[in-house]
Nanobody
Framework: QVQLVESGGGLVQAGGSLRLSCAAS????????MAWYRQAPGGQRDPVAV???????NYADSVKGRFTISRDIPKNTVYLQMNNLKPEDTAVYYC????????WGQGTQVTVSS
């Protein structure tokens, strides 16, 4: 059964940090590149970080140097360490494969106050 459960969001002041976790079930998430996406109110759902099975990473320009994606393949878990958060990082964050499959978890809300 395919399942994605994101957690770790919250309210933080600008300059603060959060660590998001994504627990995935289903072999599709174990063998494919994984990504974190975010969607701000009224905006599109865009990728911010991608990690391959071999550990190669890629980041959106807006988060480079501040966010770090990692994964624990045996645990089928993906993480996003977010440092030096900015108000414009406020969004609901989701994980999925890259490119995404047509299934999404509930996401986790990140709110950064100025």
């Amino acid at each position: 059964q395919v399942q994605l459960v994101e957690s770790g969001g919250g309210l933080v002041q600008a300059g603060g940090s959060l660590r998001l976790s994504c627990a995935a079930s289903g072999s599709i998430f174990r063998i494919n590149p994984m990504a974190w996406y975010r969607q701000a109110p009224g905006g599109q759902r865009d990728p911010v970080a991608v990690i391959t099975g071999g550990g190669r990473t890629n980041y959106a320009d807006s988060v480079k140097g501040r966010f770090t994606i990692s994964r624990d393949i045996p645990k089928n878990t993906v993480y996003l360490q977010m440092n030096n958060l900015k108000p414009e990082d406020t969004a609901v964050y989701y994980c999925n494969t890259s490119p995404p499959v047509n299934y999404w978890g509930q996401g986790t809300q990140v709110t950064v106050s100025s």
